[in-house]
C-alpha cells in the first residue's frame, strides 16, 4: 500500500496568482500522476510527472500551466500558474504501487 | 480513448443491497478499480479486480466483471448510511505509463 499526504488541503487565491501543491508518499514509487476534479466532474489526467525527467502532460494540458516538479521517487509538486476562476477544483496526487492510490486531495477556490 | 459510463444517481434503503453499474468500451482494460469518494474528500481506493476473473468478493463488496458485455458491478451488502458517497469505477490497460480513465460516478443515496 502507499499513504500519501497532500499540501495544502485547501486554499482560496485571487486571479492571477500561482499556487503550488506538494505531494509526499511514505514509500518510494516509480509512478506518480497529477489529477483534476472539477466541479461535480469526475477525475481527468493531468499528467505523470516522471522523476528525472520533464512530466508527460495529457491532451489539453501545458507545462507553463501547470509545470510539475520530481526530485526524487516520494515527492512531486504541482503548480497552478496565472489561475483564473475555471481552475476551482480538487487536485489529487496518485500513485501508482502495488495497486493505484490517491491523495486526499486539494481544493483550490480561485475568486 | 476509452468511454466509461455509470448512472448519476442510485437511493437505496438502509440495509438493502446496492448495485451500482458501470460500462466500458475498451476491451483491452486489465485492471478494474472501484473508488469512494465521500463529501469533501479524496479517492478511497474500495477494491479492484483484474480482466482475468468474474467475480472478487470482500466483506460486504462484490464485484462481478462481464467482459463480454464490458460490463463491471459493484454490489454492497447491508447498505449503511456511512456508505453514502459517489462511486467511481475506473478502467486501464497493462501499459507501464497506461493512466486510468474513470467513469461519470454515481452518487449513492442511503436512507433511513
Redesign the interface.
Known amino acids: 500500500s502507499a499513504v500519501i499526504s497532500?499540501k495544502p488541503s485547501r486554499d482560496i487565491c485571487q486571479r492571477g496568482t500561482s499556487l503550488t501543491i506538494q505531494c509526499q508518499v511514505d514509500s518510494q514509487v516509480t509512478?506518480m500522476?497529477w489529477y483534476r476534479q472539477q466541479p461535480g466532474q469526475?477525475?481527468?489526467?493531468i499528467a505523470?510527472a516522471n522523476q528525472g525527467s520533464e512530466a508527460?502532460y495529457?491532451s489539453g494540458f501545458v507545462i507553463d500551466k501547470f509545470p510539475i516538479s520530481r526530485p526524487n521517487l516520494t515527492f512531486s509538486t504541482l503548480t497552478v500558474s496565472n489561475m483564473s476562476p475555471e481552475d476551482s477544483s480538487?487536485y489529487?496526487c496518485?500513485v501508482r504501487a502495488d495497486?493505484?492510490?490517491?491523495?486526499?486531495?486539494t481544493?483550490l477556490t480561485v475568486l | 480513448g476509452e468511454d466509461v459510463e455509470q448512472s448519476l444517481f442510485l437511493s437505496v434503503r438502509e440495509g438493502d443491497s446496492s448495485v451500482i453499474n458501470c460500462t466500458y468500451t475498451d476491451s483491452s482494460s486489465t485492471y478494474l478499480y472501484w473508488y469512494k469518494q465521500e463529501p469533501g474528500a479524496g479517492l478511497q481506493l474500495l477494491t479492484y479486480i483484474f480482466s482475468n476473473m468474474d467475480m472478487k468478493q470482500d466483506q460486504r463488496l462484490t464485484v462481478l466483471l462481464n467482459k463480454k458485455d464490458k460490463h463491471l458491478s459493484l454490489r454492497i451488502a447491508d447498505t449503511q448510511t456511512g456508505d453514502s458517497a459517489i462511486y467511481f469505477c475506473a478502467g486501464r490497460d497493462t501499459g507501464t505509463a497506461s493512466k486510468l480513465t474513470f467513469g461519470t460516478g454515481t452518487r449513492l443515496q442511503v436512507t433511513l
Open positions: 497532500q509512478m500522476f469526475s477525475l481527468t489526467l505523470t508527460t495529457e480538487i489529487l496518485s495497486t493505484q492510490y490517491f491523495g486526499p486531495g481544493r
